[in-house]
């Protein structure tokens, strides 16, 4: 079905960056739309970002709306979160997911999952 492998996940301080990589494999990339899921513990999963097959749309949660940014390239087949201004409210497992040709707004729509990568924001 293909496969998703996030990176760049890690600690920093309340006011720094990261930018997430998020490596596909096996699917059509070109096809397919992809999101950014986080969990916080004890609390559900929320989409938080997503960009279209061709990049001309996205859209942002309102918890990260001006402070992170997704992107895609499509030869290297890999999306981007860049995180920036992180709050220590932004603590969670991030995953990438994907979805056959639609940009969607609801986190049970995606077909393919990755395994996530820690984001711990510290004060």
């Known amino acids: 079905q293909g496969r998703l492998v996030e990176s760049g996940g890690g600690s920093v301080h309340a006011g720094g960056s990261l930018r997430l990589s998020c490596q596909a494999s096996?699917?059509?990339?070109?096809?397919?739309?992809f999101g950014w899921v986080r969990q916080a513990p004890g609390k559900e999963r929320e989409l938080i970002a997503g960009?279209?097959?061709?990049?001309?749309?996205?859209f942002y949660g309102d918890s990260v709306a001006g402070r992170f940014t997704i992107s895609r390239d499509n030869p290297r087949w890999t999306v981007f979160l860049q995180m920036d201004s992180l709050e220590p409210e932004d603590t969670a497992v991030y995953y990438c997911?994907?979805?056959?040709?639609?940009?969607?707004?609801?986190?049970?729509?995606?077909?393919?999952w990755g395994q996530g990568t820690q984001v711990t924001v510290s004060s």
């Open positions: 960009i279209g097959r061709g990049s001309t749309r996205t």
């Open positions: 096996g699917l059509s990339f070109g096809q397919y739309a």
């Open positions: 997911a994907a979805k056959w040709t639609q940009l969607v707004g609801f986190v049970k729509e995606y077909d393919v």
